[in-house]
């Protein structure tokens, strides 16, 4: 396993209640905060374009009937970018770390830190295994009590006890939040069956009243910050400016199988990166990662070159004060990346292997041509300049401008 080198995470501070009471609620609000481990070096591109590989591939299995455990033949990296939730299993509960991930649907645990049966532990006859690319797990299907925060209990949830995982070095197993589709398969024998997801219980259950999700965070240059917010069961109009628009989730295949939308990139006022297709947003990928023949436009028009060590593309000064801003548009609206947002943070050189003072991209090549029906993915470089929303029951993704968008911390 390829030794991790950056782990950016955004741990999500939430409590475990002994005996919880469960109370309806519109929604919940709990705080993020991001931190840097810069322990040793870690090629962000490859793992971003390794988990790429493997969703997109998972995509296609499943739309065409086959099995979808995708398995990518490429070096495992441990996760680069997360959103870590202290989730309580069981009762008493034992708290897990757990990476909540939009582009995955089955929660697990035994990474790292023992699963621990208690009364509410209740062994199925399945086995569960999902192959992420960046990482993977097997074991075996409990049912239990899950508990996020207070008034958030969720019993008898499936939960994977990992008997084998790698990838997922200092964290504990993975919170899925992507469409429920994406665990048809993961169990046997029971392959046909569908595993309702976290949020998907809560809302069955009446203990939120929307099956949806909104994040918020800032962008930061420091190595640890508490800087944003996830709420379950609705938004926070307190954390982004006028009003969200939502894009449906696409049609097209495989973007479809996941938050996937159409969308166009533009560089500056007339330079056309990628025509109207689809792609998907990703909380698990820490770049922009843009189909090749999109990605090499981007290149002659900004005039970077690969920088050997990191992986991403460098600018000089001169060429970063001439670089324009980046127009994602989805559904009629166009969201802005200014030329400070397409910057990884220059303070965070080194936490990458990078060199100080140098001027990175955050935009990398996919691997794939366009046209393929996975031409994007919109990572966290992207979703730190915008508030988003994954709303289930009306199956579309939301953005809106935050206080942070046209910031120029980097």
């Not at 074991?139 to 239990?144: H, K």
């Amino acid at each position: 396993m390829f030794p991790t080198a950056f782990l950016t995470s955004l741990v999500l501070a939430l409590t475990v209640a002994a005996n919880p009471v469960l109370i309806p609620r519109s929604s919940v609000t709990l705080p993020l905060s991001r931190r840097v481990n810069v322990t040793s070096i870690h090629n962000l591109v490859r793992h971003d374009v390794t988990r790429a590989k493997a969703l997109k591939a998972r995509g296609l299995a499943k739309a065409n009937g086959f099995s979808i455990d995708a398995v990518i033949n490429e070096q495992v990296d441990n996760q680069a970018v997360t959103y870590i939730a202290s989730v309580g299993v069981g009762s008493p509960a034992t708290t897990f770390s757990l990476l909540i991930d939009t582009g995955s649907s089955n929660t697990w645990v035994g990474a790292t830190q023992p699963f621990v049966r208690t009364s509410t532990s209740v062994q199925t006859s399945n086995r569960v295994s999902v192959t992420y690319g960046s990482g993977s797990f097997s074991g075996t299907e409990f049912t239990d009590q899950v508990t996020i925060a207070p008034g958030l209990v969720i019993p008898n949830q499936s939960i994977g006890v990992a008997s084998r995982s790698q990838g997922f070095e200092g964290v504990d197993g993975i919170l899925g939040i992507g469409p429920v589709d994406l665990t048809l398969g993961t169990l046997s024998p029971a392959t046909s069956s569908l595993i309702p997801t976290v949020t998907d219980n809560l809302f069955s259950r009446g203990i939120i009243t929307a099956n949806e999700i909104g994040i918020s965070f800032e962008p930061t240059t420091t190595v640890e910050s508490l800087n944003g917010e996830l709420t379950w069961g609705g938004t926070d109009s307190s954390k982004f400016t006028g009003s969200i628009g939502f894009s449906p989730i696409t049609s097209t295949s495989p973007a479809n199988e996941f938050w996937g939308i159409n969308q166009s990139i533009r560089y500056g006022t007339s330079t056309t990166i990628l025509a109207s297709t689809a792609g998907i947003v990703d909380t698990g990928t820490t770049l922009v990662l843009i189909a090749t023949d999109g990605f090499n436009r981007y290149v002659r028009a900004t005039g970077a070159v690969n920088d050997a060590t990191t992986g991403l593309l460098r600018l000089t000064s001169a060429q970063f004060a001439n670089l324009q801003s980046l127009f994602f548009t989805t559904n009629g609206v166009a969201f802005e990346l200014t030329a400070n947002a397409q910057l990884w943070p220059r303070s965070l050189n080194t936490a990458i292997g990078g060199t100080a003072g140098s001027i990175y991209l955050i935009v990398a090549d996919l691997g794939s041509p366009s046209g393929e029906g996975f031409d994007f993915v919109d990572g966290f470089a992207f979703l730190e300049r915008f508030y988003s929303v994954f709303d289930t029951t009306n199956k579309r993704v939301g953005f809106a401008t935050t206080p942070f968008t046209h910031a120029t911390t980097n």
